[in-house]
């Protein structure tokens, strides 16, 4: 269908990009530019931020969501490990706070946002290892937090659907927690960006081929072929033995065909996987509620299929 009628104007009036800019001027900009798209504070039942110590010790803050239901109930709660997009060197916990409570409420989840450290200050393998730590900080604190240890999925969007897939390929490889699923919201997943969509939708849709190469290389040092496959999870030998996924993809985004080769991927692995396209909406679309009401579809058929997979 065509491009959403509001982001169309949205980004005709962007301005022409420079390349002058630092990299702590970049992140002051899209803080300030993607929350001014958010619309209205989401309200939720409760709040809080917990410390945890990642995997060489570094303190990293975990902010938990609980949406009304949760709090009501006595009964454990499902929830999903959350990692915010921003291609591994942007954004920030308190950028993703109203994407958050939104997703909160639409899944009827508890939702646990994960700060893991940034490129190019911290480059991979650390944002893996952040988050990978705060997912299984919280299966050992389910209890404490009230949560159902059988019933916790990671997500993410973009950037962190790429820690979100990731961290299901070190799960399964090193033994570690039962992820239930994963949620990859338009997840960047193959550094290569070879892809049709990669083409078709490489500039003027918001995010650019270009940028993403950007941020390819400010998270990672290796290039090629010799890029581990934890940081680029389509590089992976193989997807089996993983949990099922939910996967949505923007019909005008860059990345579209790499979300949806991927369910492939693990579907041909015997890995349960439903994808869909998020018609007429482009990268980032988490951050448009206050946009567009086209931007509820994400959170909408999120919910509901996260809420679906984790029943009990």
């Known amino acids: 269908m065509p491009l959403d009628p509001h982001i169309a104007d949205f980004l005709a009036a962007l301005p022409a990009g420079g390349d002058s800019a630092s990299l702590d001027d970049i992140r002051r900009a899209t803080e300030r530019d993607l929350s001014a798209l958010h619309g209205p504070l989401q309200p939720v039942a409760r709040v809080e931020t917990f410390t945890v110590a990642a995997g060489d010790g570094h303190p990293l803050r975990v902010r938990a969501y ?5 709090v009501q109930s006595a009964a454990p709660q499902p929830a999903i490990v959350f990692a915010h997009g921003g291609g591994w060197c942007l954004c920030s916990l308190e950028l993703y706070d109203n994407p958050c409570r939104a997703l909160a409420n639409a899944s009827q989840c508890v939702v646990l946002s994960v700060d893991y450290r940034l490129a190019p200050e911290h480059r991979f393998p650390v944002p893996l290892e952040d988050f990978y730590s705060g997912v299984a900080w919280v299966f050992a604190q389910a209890e404490r937090l009230g949560i ?8 993410g969007d973009s950037a962190g659907g790429n820690l979100a897939a990731a961290a299901c390929l070190l799960a399964r490889d090193r033994n570690g927690p039962a992820i239930a699923h994963q949620l990859l919201l338009y997840p960047a997943l193959d550094d290569r960006l070879a892809m049709d969509s990669h083409a078709a939708y490489a500039d003027g849709y918001y995010l650019t081929r270009d940028i993403m190469a950007f941020c390819w290389e400010t998270y990672l040092a290796e290039t090629g072929e010799g890029r581990p496959a934890y940081a ?3 590089r992976t030998a193989t ?4 949990p099922p996924a939910t996967i949505l993809a923007c019909e005008y985004d860059p990345l579209r065909d790499e979300g949806e080769a991927y369910a492939r991927r693990l579907r041909a692995a015997a890995v ?12 980032g679309c988490i951050h448009m509620l206050g946009l567009t009401p086209a931007a509820e579809a994400l959170f909408a058929r999120s919910g509901m299929l996260i809420r679906a997979a984790l029943s009990a």
């Not at 609980?66 to 949760?70: D, L, N, S």
């Not at 997807?239 to 993983?242: C, D, N, P």
């Open 66 to 70: 609980w949406p009304e239901r949760a």
């Open 148 to 155: 159902d240890p059988a019933r916790i999925a990671v997500g």
């Open 232 to 234: 680029a999870p389509m």
């Open 239 to 242: 997807l089996e033995r993983l």
């Open 272 to 283: 349960p996987a439903h994808d869909e396209r998020l018609d007429g909406m482009v990268h």
